[in-house]
């Protein structure tokens, strides 16, 4: 039975024709479509949401196109909407569904990435299988099945090692483990958090990547494919040691700090594992570790920057992060006009566990010389949970200064100027 397609906001429904349309996909609770919509009418660009959010307040998304993404039918209802008027691009907001995303425009015959390098890039265990074929360097690795005894099969791991779930973001439920019993404990809460948070991955919740610690300073790169070659929009120094136990990323500063040799060599890496995985066009987030006179892959994936930290492209580009990967998807690039001196973000941190009271001293942190602004996205009565259960930051805080030096001691300043009050979360059991 052919699909009813909804009405589309178009703000100049006389000049239809003449204006590109993008179908955005965005999973519930995606907080990057409303950043994506903004950007697209900046640009005279008709844009149709394809979600789940039938009841979301954003107008767009309400009155989009309400599809189950993981559906198998959610490929055939995305291209029937394509009959009524053809869409110039396909963008996903999010990792979750840059799959789906590759597969339409992939029958659209529009800029995209194989399906299965877009699949490759979301599981790590994959990834890593794919990139050490290829000769990429990549930590020593093995994956664990949670469903047999683990004591055998972590026999013979070189220690200190990792502990991390196949297709989870933002540092959760890794874990760095330093001999077997604190191994096997960390597999066990891993897999704890991985039955409370069960996706549609039954390979990714019942298994587990172990790899060897890489000692050295972590970067992230932010790049944008083209026909299979990157362009490089900005490389993230990490000055925070991720040692572990957990890995919650902090600040993130550019431009980097390392020599151009390293930034090459990182550069140079990034390529090779975006070509390894079969990565030809869009948005490109690695992250790698430096050990001396080295350069080990953590993660390629066929997505942007997560969060807000998304901002920082503007400095380096002249442009909006959202604005670059519209203009790609539906071939129109834009030059790039990078901005002098430095930028950076600190994603604040949840150190404890409880429920949240007031974050005292934010006034003291916009007074400091060089922070542009502080976004606090957890609010009072919030329930705080830390790394490695945690998926969140309480907000982000950013600054611009004359040299990346001045930018990473602003927001070190502003950030000891905060203080988190916390109450304890007490919890009711029921004994009957």
């Known amino acids: 039975m052919p699909v009813a397609l909804p009405a589309e906001d178009v703000p100049d429904p006389g000049n239809q024709e003449a204006r590109p349309r993008l179908l955005l996909i965005a999973p519930p609770g995606s907080y990057r479509t409303a950043a994506y919509l903004e950007t697209a009418r900046d640009l005279g660009v008709d844009v149709l949401v394809a979600s789940e959010g039938k009841y979301s307040l954003v107008g767009e998304i309400a009155a989009g196109l309400h599809v189950d993404l993981h559906s198998p039918s959610a490929l055939q209802v995305l291209l029937q909407a394509n009959?009524?008027?053809?869409f110039s691009g396909v963008v996903a907001t999010d990792d979750a569904s840059v799959e789906l995303?590759?597969?339409i425009a992939q029958a659209l015959d529009l800029p995209h990435n194989p399906p299965h390098a877009a699949k490759l890039?979301?599981?790590k265990d994959l990834s890593r299988?794919?990139?050490q074929l290829a000769g990429v360097p990549v930590p020593a690795f093995r994956v664990v099945d949670l469903a047999a005894p683990l004591t055998a099969q972590l026999q013979d791991i070189e220690f200190p090692c990792v502990i991390k779930p196949l297709a989870m973001s933002a540092s959760r439920g890794v874990i760095r483990?330093?001999?077997p019993a604190a191994a096997e404990a960390a597999c066990n809460r891993v897999q704890a958090l991985l039955r409370e948070a069960a996706g549609k991955d039954e390979f990714a919740d019942s298994h587990l990547l172990v790899e060897q610690f890489v000692p050295g300073p972590e970067v992230?790169?932010?790049?944008?494919?083209?026909r299979g070659r990157l362009r490089v929009l900005a490389v993230f120094d990490k000055p925070d040691p991720l040692d572990g136990p957990y890995f919650e990323e902090t600040y993130y500063i550019t431009p980097s700090r390392h020599t151009r040799a390293v930034q090459q060599r990182l550069i140079d890496c990034v390529q090779a594992a975006c070509t390894a995985h079969g990565l030809r066009e869009g948005p490109v987030h690695a992250e790698a570790r430096l050990p001396p006179d080295g350069c080990i892959i953590m993660e390629v994936a066929a997505r942007t920057i997560g969060g807000e930290c998304a901002r920082l492209l503007d400095f380096g580009t002249g442009h909006s992060l959202e604005a670059l990967v519209i203009s790609h998807a539906i071939a129109r690039p834009l030059q790039f006009a990078p901005q002098p001196g430095g930028a950076g973000v600190l994603m604040l941190p949840i150190t404890c566990a409880g429920i949240l009271r007031r974050i005292e001293?934010?006034?003291?942190?916009?007074?400091?010389?060089w922070i542009e602004d502080i976004l606090i996205?957890?609010?009072d009565g919030y329930e705080l949970v830390p790394l490695p259960e945690g998926n969140s930051y309480l907000g982000f805080m950013f600054a611009r200064a004359p040299n990346a030096a001045q930018v990473e001691s602003a927001l070190r300043a502003a950030h000891a100027s905060l203080k988190v009050v916390t109450a304890p979360l007490l919890r009711i059991e029921d004994r009957r």
């Open 220 to 226: 992230a790169l932010e790049g944008l494919l083209q």
């Open 377 to 379: 996205s957890r609010r």
């Open 121 to 123: 890039s979301r599981r």
């Open 101 to 103: 995303a590759s597969r």
């Open 361 to 369: 001293g934010i006034t003291a942190a916009r007074a400091v010389p």
């Open 177 to 179: 483990a330093d001999d």
């Open 83 to 86: 009959q009524t008027r053809p």
């Open 129 to 131: 299988q794919a990139l």
